[in-house]
């Protein structure tokens, strides 16, 4: 869960900044929340298969498959299927690949990566010659998180550059400025309306007041939104809405009420619905499963 849809957390710390992340997510419920960092991150399915959003574009990833996501990239998940799926998240910062001196691996390969001139591909399947060996990769870089042996940080670095090695070898990188204005354009657009979302959620919201940020009508807009997040704006409130309350019920004692009235619900039984719909359980027995 996300306090803003652009994630403003430190991952890892000054000396090493990249950290893991495993997450088990149930069927029918959404993945990952539609949202951006300034890190780049690797995201490997375990088992089952989501649907992974990069921009504006969308990538079918199953258990032993990988996307890589850009920084700054708005990127989310979405279930595919019918049995959820569980996943390993890296996310780091491309800093943490500088050299100390201006080289050849430096100039030529790590700067690109870092101006955002150039990228990796960003999907990576055991069906295409050469990917095998960056999805092994990315294993090990699971497992030496996952151990933490001393050294540990090493190994990772070790095989991230491994990585990139094989991406120069077979001259796969993308270059980033082949991206169309218009899309550009629109990824600003939403990037724009959520944030306004993510710090005026706990207020009323309107298609007009979404729609007058980005100077669309409001038929255009809902058309647009719809588009871009797979959801309607109002369906998009309120799974933030109740995400936040989710959080709130987790972590504090305080009453339902108080708290649908504080993520921007005015009706308790309408909130009590949507929360059901979204979570598989009311509010209530979230707080007893999720305290079990």
Same mark, same amino acid.
């Given at each position: 869960?996300?306090?803003?849809?652009?994630?403003? %957390?430190?991952?890892?710390?000054? %000396?090493?900044?990249?950290?893991?992340?495993?997450?088990?997510?149930?069927?029918? $419920?959404?993945?990952?929340?539609?949202?951006?960092?300034?890190?780049?991150?690797?995201?490997?399915?375990?088992?089952?298969? @989501?649907?992974?959003?990069?921009?504006?574009?969308?990538?079918?990833?199953?258990?032993?498959?990988?996307?890589?996501?850009?920084?700054?990239?708005?990127?989310?998940?979405?279930?595919?299927?019918?049995?959820?799926?569980?996943?390993?998240? +890296?996310?780091?910062?491309?800093?943490?690949?500088?050299?100390?001196?201006?080289?050849? +691996?430096?100039?030529?390969?790590?700067?690109?990566?870092?101006?955002? =001139?150039?990228?990796?591909?960003?999907?990576? =399947?055991?069906? $295409?010659?050469?990917? $095998? +060996?960056?999805? /092994?990769?990315?294993?090990?870089?699971?497992? @030496?998180?996952?151990?933490?042996?001393?050294?540990?940080?090493?190994? +990772?670095?070790?095989?991230?550059?491994?990585?990139?090695?094989?991406?120069?070898?077979?001259? *796969?990188?993308?270059? %980033?400025?082949?991206?169309?204005? @218009?899309?550009?354009?629109?990824?600003?657009?939403?990037?724009?309306?959520?944030?306004?979302?993510?710090? =005026?959620?706990?207020? #009323?919201?309107?298609?007009?007041?979404?729609?007058?940020?980005?100077?669309?009508?409001?038929?255009?807009?809902?058309?647009?939104?719809?588009?871009?997040?797979?959801?309607?704006?109002?369906?998009?409130?309120? =799974?933030? #809405?109740?995400?936040? /309350?989710?959080?709130?019920? $987790?972590?504090?004692? %305080?009453?339902?009420?108080?708290? @649908?009235?504080?993520?921007?619900?005015?009706?308790?039984?309408?909130?009590?619905?949507?929360?059901?719909?979204?979570?598989?359980?009311?509010?209530?027995?979230? #707080?007893? *499963?999720?305290?079990?």
């Amino acid at each position: 869960m996300y306090s803003t849809p652009k994630e403003n %957390r430190f991952h890892g710390n000054e %000396r090493f900044p990249l950290a893991p992340y495993w997450l088990q997510i149930d069927p029918n $419920q959404l993945v990952v929340e539609l949202h951006w960092h300034e890190e780049a991150e690797f995201f490997y399915v375990l088992e089952g298969a @989501a649907l992974v959003q990069i921009g504006t574009n969308y990538y079918p990833t199953r258990a032993g498959e990988a996307v890589f996501i850009p920084g700054g990239d708005i990127h989310a998940a979405y279930p595919l299927g019918e049995t959820g799926c569980s996943f390993f998240a +890296v996310v780091f910062n491309m800093n943490i690949l500088r050299s100390g001196i201006n080289d050849v +691996v430096q100039n030529d390969y790590i700067l690109p990566l870092i101006e955002g =001139s150039k990228s990796l591909p960003l999907h990576y =399947s055991n069906h $295409q010659n050469g990917e $095998q +060996v960056i999805l /092994a990769n990315l294993e090990g870089i699971m497992k @030496a998180l996952a151990q933490k042996d001393l050294g540990h940080e090493l190994t +990772v670095k070790a095989h991230l550059y491994l990585i990139l090695a094989n991406i120069a070898s077979h001259n *796969r990188w993308v270059i %980033r400025h082949t991206a169309s204005l @218009a899309a550009t354009n629109r990824i600003d657009s939403l990037k724009t309306v959520l944030n306004y979302i993510g710090t =005026s959620y706990m207020n #009323r919201i309107t298609i007009k007041d979404m729609a007058s940020l980005i100077f669309m009508s409001e038929g255009h807009f809902c058309r647009f939104f719809k588009a871009m997040v797979r959801q309607t704006p109002i369906e998009y409130i309120n =799974s933030f #809405r109740i995400n936040k /309350a989710a959080d709130i019920i $987790q972590h504090t004692d %305080r009453k339902i009420l108080d708290i @649908a009235m504080e993520v921007g619900f005015d009706n308790l039984s309408y909130f009590i619905k949507k929360f059901r719909d979204q979570m598989n359980y009311t509010p209530a027995e979230y #707080r007893q *499963r999720i305290r079990q």
